[in-house]
């Protein structure tokens, strides 16, 4: 007589119960998933962790990137080189990115590099000294400087103290830069907007902070937005000059311009890379506050359409042509002579 036994075959169609080895199997799979969930997050963790103090480490350091290409160019064009200025809070993985983007265009005037400094805040008397350094160490002379974003600020403070200690800053290239706080636009506007008329029962507090969570998931706006809305306070001495200071982006955002004064040499051509339809900063506010500021420069502008806001690293080819435009008409290259023709 056939036992009745859960393990016996079953009658067709109907399905074989589970097996022991089988409820072993499956409860080791679920057990090796979570460590290996618990080993993908502590390793994601790490990894931040890791990144954050290399980019603290390097903090008012210059870089600049060892390849052949950048080799090159230094023994093409002995004795300068750009410096690319990040924008707030810009992390020097990502200013490196942008630097590599721009690269190939930089590298048709000088050598590429960038200098690390947004996890400690702005503080411009850092930066000199490292160019200083640097220019020392390198024997520069002549200077391209690319303000990305709020980078631009730091340029315009940076020039002038430069040109006084024996570097020309021979261009200074505005990518998406604002000219001051008042052309910095809330990127939250529009999703407060959208929260109030989609989830209007979470009241004011509800729709600010679905605005501030949308503001901060945008990775080109987040830094701007934080800068123009934070309400950091900090008296600046008189007796200084306030651009010297250790002080923090954001209050160095809005200080700026009204603390500066002038001096960037009006053999200095200035760029202008903006996309009209910015969602960060309003490019026209921000250009026509640039010829305010630099009435005695030769200017040039050319329209980065739909790539948004400083963002080289996500359209590397338009910025390359548009860098390559501004560097022909600001900085063009000497011209080969050509040999007279003699009869006697």
Do not use: C
Request: proline letters at 6%; charged letters at 15%.
């Amino acid at each position: 007589m056939a036992k009745n036994d859960a393990t016996a075959n079953p009658e067709p169609g109907q399905p074989r119960g589970a097996q022991p080895n089988q409820q072993a199997g499956i409860g080791r799979r679920s057990v090796l998933l979570s460590l290996t969930g618990a080993a993908a997050v502590t390793a994601f963790r790490a990894n931040i962790a890791a990144n954050y103090l290399i980019t603290d480490n390097l903090s008012f350091q210059v870089v600049t990137l060892e390849n052949a290409a950048n080799n090159d160019a230094a023994s093409q064009f002995p004795g300068a080189t750009w410096y690319l200025l990040g924008g707030f809070e810009v992390s020097n993985g990502t200013a490196r990115r942008k630097l590599e983007a721009l690269q190939p265009a930089m590298n048709e005037r000088a050598q590429a590099s960038y200098i690390g400094y947004s996890n400690r805040g702005i503080d411009v008397a850092q930066l000199f000294i490292a160019i200083i350094r640097d220019a020392y160490v390198r024997k520069i002379n002549t200077v391209y400087l690319y303000g990305d974003s709020f980078g631009g600020m730091v340029a315009v403070a940076l020039a002038p103290l430069l040109e006084q200690n024996g570097l020309h800053v021979k261009l200074i290239v505005f990518g998406s830069s604002p000219s001051s706080v008042a052309d910095v636009k809330d990127p939250g506007k529009q999703y407060i907007s959208l929260a109030g008329a989609v989830v209007p029962y979470l009241g004011i507090v509800g729709r600010l902070t679905w605005g501030v969570w949308s503001g901060l998931r945008n990775p080109n706006g987040q830094d701007m937005y934080a800068a123009a809305k934070s309400g950091v306070q900090t008296s600046f001495d008189g007796e200084q000059n306030s651009l010297i200071l250790n002080t923090s982006q954001a209050t160095f955002l809005k200080a700026f311009p009204a603390q500066y004064d002038g001096g960037i040499a009006a053999s200095t051509g200035i760029g202008l890379l903006y996309d009209p339809q910015d969602f960060i900063v309003d490019a026209a506010s921000a250009i026509r506050g640039w010829h305010r500021l630099l009435p005695a420069n030769n200017f040039f502008r050319y329209d980065i359409a739909n790539t948004g806001h400083a963002s080289p690293e996500i359209h590397p080819e338009t910025y390359q042509t548009a860098l390559r435009v501004l560097q022909d008409v600001l900085a063009p290259l000497p011209s080969v002579p050509r040999g007279r023709t003699r009869y006697f």
